[in-house]
């Protein structure tokens, strides 16, 4: 069976990588996958290892940057040579700038790259976007993205070809949970993301300010570096907030927390397509999130959540307000979510995509 590769730098908890472990699930019986780690195992690494798929670790405790990328290069020439995967797929921009550079020398493999971020990044480390638009773009086969707004990113500000993208959504898993309906005495709103700037957990923190009602929590799910949390954890008590924001920390198995909770929220400053707000959704939940990348390609203003601009702390907290007052709301818009994902993103739809895609590319090896 011809061999797809998919090289990624480690497994940590995020929305890429527990995107890649369920399509990995969804597909794994129909082609013969390896997914490669260069950078470290990650959390996720034995959840991949113990659902059956092949995993190799090729990652280095090298401290030397250009010796430690040396030695992935290496390693990964003698993989390719040895094994001869007819498609190598590259996660993100680590493995992109990494990885992208083997693609000079095997011209029998077909490279693909998936970007699933709009490209600020670019702008924030020198030489990036000279590297991937004049170079690297054009040694790949195919661009996947996960939004329509990297698309056009990638269309109008990278010079990619329209023939060479293509967009395949985020999925969702719909399981069968039940909710958690007690006669609570405080509305319990969930941020699924990690302690990340860009995430700007303080624009969530900002709006509890104009919210003068008490009945309710907002739970912070993620992890993130000391520094950073500590700086909210701080404004958290300028504000005298701690009765209503908690830092929640990381949490790997979420079930518990989603049937607890009656609205999801999401503020950050960029997205490429949010798994957050689909996860919302599939647990019923109404959604308010800033109008930054895909997020409006999921949500319909007023009818499964609510769409502010980035960095709108007062409309968010307006709106926020409105749901926690408004049950009947909170339930209305939350069904209506429930039907979104359930008609365009749940996961036996949407992974047809990509079983059509990499079908498709390796019958023309």
């Not at 405790?61 to 020439?77: E, H, Q, R």
């Not at 060479?164 to 399981?175: A, D, E, H, M, P």
């Not at 503020?267 to 939940?285: P, R, T, V, W």
């Not at 429930?338 to 019958?363: A, G, R, W």
Request: proline share 2%.
């Amino acid at each position: 069976m011809k061999k797809i590769f998919i090289v990624i730098g480690s497994l940590d908890i995020g929305g890429t990588e527990k995107q890649l472990l369920l399509k990995l699930l969804s597909l794994n019986n129909k082609f013969n996958f390896t997914l490669i780690v260069f950078s470290k195992k990650g959390e996720l690494y034995n959840d991949f290892k113990k659902n059956g798929i092949n995993v190799l670790d090729i990652s280095n405790n090298n401290k030397f940057i250009p010796l430690k990328i040396i030695k992935i290069l290496f390693s990964l020439t003698l993989v390719f040579k040895k094994e001869r995967p007819s498609i190598v797929n590259l996660y993100l921009p680590h493995s992109y700038l990494v990885v992208g550079l083997l693609s000079f020398f095997f011209s029998n493999i077909k490279f693909l790259m998936t970007r699933r971020s709009l490209n600020y990044y670019q702008k924030k480390i020198p030489f990036v976007k000279l590297i991937e638009t004049k170079i690297l773009h054009k040694k790949m086969r195919y661009i996947l993205v996960n939004s329509k707004a990297i698309y056009r990113q990638m269309l109008e500000e990278e010079n990619v070809k329209k023939e060479k993208l293509k967009l395949i959504y985020n999925s969702v898993r719909i399981t069968n949970s039940k909710r958690i309906s007690k006669n609570k005495k405080k509305v319990k709103i969930i941020f699924l993301a990690n302690l990340i700037p860009y995430k700007n957990h303080k624009l969530v923190i900002e709006s509890c300010r104009y919210i003068k009602q008490k009945n309710f929590q907002i739970n912070l799910v993620g992890d993130g570096s000391y520094n950073y949390t500590k700086e909210l954890e701080n404004l958290v008590l300028k504000y005298n907030l701690k009765q209503k924001v908690k830092f929640y920390g990381k949490c790997k198995h979420l079930e518990k927390i989603m049937n607890e909770s009656d609205i999801g929220i999401l503020a950050s400053d960029e997205e490429g397509f949010s798994n957050a707000i689909l996860e919302y959704m599939a647990f019923k939940l109404p959604v308010i999130a800033t109008d930054v990348g895909g997020n409006s390609e999921i949500i319909k203003h007023g009818y499964n959540g609510y769409i502010v601009k980035k960095g709108d702390y007062k409309n968010f907290s307006k709106y926020l307000k409105k749901l926690i007052l408004d049950v009947s709301l909170r339930k209305e818009m939350g069904l209506a979510g429930y039907q979104t994902v359930k008609e365009k993103f749940e996961v036996s739809k949407n992974i047809i995509n990509y079983y059509n895609f990499y079908k498709n590319l390796l019958s023309f090896s």
